[in-house]
């Protein structure tokens, strides 16, 4: 969400401004679940004003709701359809209203407040901003050229000191990462193998063959293992 009279960009590259930003601010108002969506809404904003950019300290809190967050994927997921922006223009006011009754009575977690930059926070390297980046992204169809980008290196050198600190590729990490979310889903939720597809970023066809290759087995026959 964007704030004039700037109209901020709402990407990660800071400041969040596209061409000259002499003379320009603005505020973006970020909102997102947890990985696997089902366990809360975290909410944090940052402020770009001419060349500097900075986190709003004031205004960083975490919403302990499964019924916000559902509602808030809903509305993500209304965004990519542009057939019922009636049904979008419904739900976000309604969001807010949660949001702010939900702040104003106190109930937010400021232990957990750092959702988004906690782990960056205990790492100090690129690789390590890089894999906050992906491990928040794991639904995004990310590249390597993208996630170099984000953290300001080369896509010769990401790759090469990825896999000297990992120990493993890119599409490696990514896909281990996508495996061990989905294996939980499957185990302790009911959302249908195609939504967990959905939420990992991947076509029903790749992660069986994910499935295939670790376990022998298809999602579905993963998921009737457990019980």
């Not at 969001?95 to 906690?118: D, K």
Request: hydrophobic share 35%; proline share 4%; charged share 25%.
């Amino acid at each position: 969400m964007v704030f004039p009279p700037g109209v901020p960009k709402q990407d990660g590259n800071d400041p969040h401004f596209e061409g000259d930003s002499a003379g320009r601010s603005g505020d973006v108002l970020w909102m997102r679940t947890g990985v696997a969506r089902l366990d809360g809404l975290s909410l944090w904003a940052c402020r770009s004003q001419d060349w500097k950019h900075s986190k709003l300290e004031g205004f960083r809190c975490r919403i302990e709701d499964r019924f916000l967050a559902e509602l808030f994927n809903g509305f993500c997921d209304e965004m990519q359809n542009a057939r019922r922006p009636g049904i979008v223009r419904r739900l976000l006011p309604l969001i807010l209203f949660i949001l702010r009754t939900e702040v104003s009575a106190g109930n937010t977690s400021h232990q957990s407040m750092e959702w988004c930059f906690s782990r960056q926070a205990e790492r100090s390297t690129p690789i390590a901003e890089a894999l906050t980046y992906i491990d928040g992204n794991l639904d995004r169809h990310l590249t390597i050229e993208k996630v170099a980008q984000h953290i300001a290196v080369s896509p010769a050198t990401f790759t090469r000191y990825f896999k000297k600190e990992t120990g493993e590729t890119f599409v490696q990490y990514q896909n281990r990462r996508r495996m061990e979310i989905a294996e939980g889903l499957l185990k302790t939720t009911n959302l249908t193998v195609l939504h967990i597809c959905q939420r990992m970023g991947l076509q029903y066809s790749q992660m069986r063959k994910l499935f295939q290759q670790k376990h022998g087995v298809s999602p579905v026959e993963y998921r009737d293992r457990q019980d």
